[in-house]
T-cell receptor, first 114, second 112 residues
């Protein structure tokens, strides 16, 4: 069975500092990987996805993520965070790439300090 | 594009009552998913449909939960009878086989 681990429940970063959110997955074949963001009281918005090809993927809002097969990781990064980035971030893995259900990590709550 | 539409956005009910959550997927999308989000368990897939047919309902917690998709533009998730432990945010998502799921805003259910 596939699974996703986000080891950090909370992360606090100063505005303007760089950010890295960790994600490790367990899946037998080539995974389809996603990062979603959820603002308070809102639904989930897709930040970026990895299906194949270049292991460094660019997303919206200045985010990027790198797929590392050897480490079973798909960490999310941003060079300089803004106060508006404060939210809950979810990593997810899918077997059918979205045509099947996704398995989500528990999420990382990002706090931005002024 | 209106996105995925869910109603109601908030529902408060008493234990034992029937609850019906509604979802309208994005037009043209042929797969629909119901997820539940709780603090303890995070986001869990409950059931998903492809071309209005339920494909995998292994995530449905128990017989009190049922889901239907009578046509391509409408789905319901019903809980009967509801219990306090069903309190959660329920999300609907849809996709057009493009490998991307688009989520609705969710329904926050509180069962007293």
């Amino acid at each position: 069975a596939q699974s996703v681990t986000q080891p950090d429940i909370h992360i606090t970063v100063s505005e303007g500092a760089s950010l890295e959110l960790r994600c490790n997955y367990s899946y037998g074949a080539t995974p389809y990987l996603f990062w979603y963001v959820q603002s308070p009281g809102q639904g989930l918005q897709l930040l970026l996805k990895y299906f194949s090809g270049d292991t460094l993927v660019q997303g919206i809002k200045g985010f990027e993520a790198e797929f590392k097969r050897s480490q079973s990781s798909f960490n999310l990064r941003k060079p300089s965070v803004h106060w508006s980035d404060a939210a809950e971030y979810f990593c997810a893995v899918g077997s059918g790439g979205g045509a099947d259900g996704l398995t989500f990590g528990k999420g990382t709550h990002l706090i931005i300090q002024p | 594009d209106a996105g995925v539409i869910q109603s109601p956005r908030h529902e408060v009910t008493e234990m034992g009552q029937e609850v019906t959550l509604r979802c309208k997927p994005i037009s043209g999308h042929n797969s629909l998913f119901w997820y539940r989000q709780t603090m303890m368990r995070g986001l869990e897939l409950l059931i998903y449909f492809n071309n209005n047919v339920p494909i995998d309902d292994s995530g449905m917690p128990e017989d009190r939960f049922s889901a239907k998709m009578p046509n391509a533009s409408f789905s319901t998730l019903k809980i009967q009878p509801s219990e306090p432990r069903d309190s959660a945010v329920y999300f609907c998502a849809s996709t057009a086989d493009s490998l991307l799921q688009f989520f609705g805003p969710g329904t926050r259910l509180t069962v007293l």
